[in-house]
T-cell receptor, first 115, second 114 residues
Framework: EAQVTQNPRYLITVTGKKLTVTCSQN?????MSWYRQDPGLGLRQIYY???????DKGDVPEGYKVSRKEKRNFPLILESPSPNQTSLYFC??????????????FGNGTRLTVT | AQSVTQPDIHITVSEGASLELRCNYS??????LFWYVQSPGQGLQLLLK??????LVQGIKGFEAEFKRSQSSFNLRKPSVHWSDAAEYFC????????????FGSGTRLSIRP
């Protein structure tokens, strides 16, 4: 089944403890992206990747890192999480970016709480 | 700077009634425009998209949207809603090459009155 898989679904951590949220897709998509969703703000793009070893900042990249060493995986890294990073995070992928008429496929989300 | 505004935070309509969700965007060039739907506890699903050409686009689940350049709008419509349409709806604009940067509106929550 074609899907975007995020892990974990729920994560509670403490300020400053490094964490990684994994994202994997099995559709051979070139484009992958991370978003955070906060009430009243919709989804905001954190980072995106047009292909392996090609990443770029979205609108809210501060406090986050990503890597794209292989096509299927796009982990989101929080080196030193802070409470303002408490949010619902979504990973998404598409064949070549939506402008090439390829829709985004979303994972089911990761709810992160930083205390 | 690009932005998307969804002026209605929450809308309630009766089952069988028509629906229009508003979306206004700000973007310097011809935009890529999208509507996504999010059911509770789920990720987002694409309803429809506009890239160019016919300004009235058809999507899944009986939805349609009309691009009006003069009004910078891309409103979503459905002639008759079903209880299963209750969800949150997001309008988005794609910027950059291949719409690589996506800006979402803040969303409109749709409730259906039986």
């Amino acid at each position: 089944e074609a899907q975007v898989t995020q892990n974990p679904r729920y994560l509670i951590t403490v300020t400053g403890k490094k964490l990684t949220v994994t994202c994997s897709q099995n559709m051979n998509h070139e484009y992958m992206s991370w978003y955070r969703q906060d009430p009243g703000l919709g989804l905001r793009q954190i980072y995106y990747s047009m292909n392996v070893e090609v990443t770029d900042k979205g609108d809210v990249p501060e406090g986050y890192k990503v890597s794209r060493k292989e096509k299927r995986n796009f982990p989101l890294i929080l080196e030193s999480p802070s409470p303002n990073q408490t949010s619902l995070y979504f990973c998404a992928s598409s064949l070549k970016g939506q402008g090439n008429n390829s829709p985004l496929h979303f994972g089911n989300g990761t709810r992160l709480t930083v205390t | 700077a690009q932005s998307v505004t969804q002026p209605d935070i929450h809308i309630t309509v009766s089952e069988g009634a028509s629906l229009e969700l508003r979306c206004n965007y700000s973007y310097g060039a011809t935009p890529y425009l999208f509507w996504y739907v999010q059911s509770p506890g789920q990720g987002l699903q694409l309803l429809l998209k506009y890239f160019s050409g016919d300004t009235l686009v058809q999507g899944i689940k009986g939805f349609e949207a009309e691009f009006k350049r003069s009004q910078s709008s891309f409103n979503l419509r459905k002639p008759s809603v079903h209880w299963s349409d209750a969800a949150e709806y997001f309008c988005a604009v794609g910027a950059g090459s291949s719409a690589s940067k996506i800006i979402f509106g803040s969303g409109t929550r749709l409730s259906i009155r039986p």
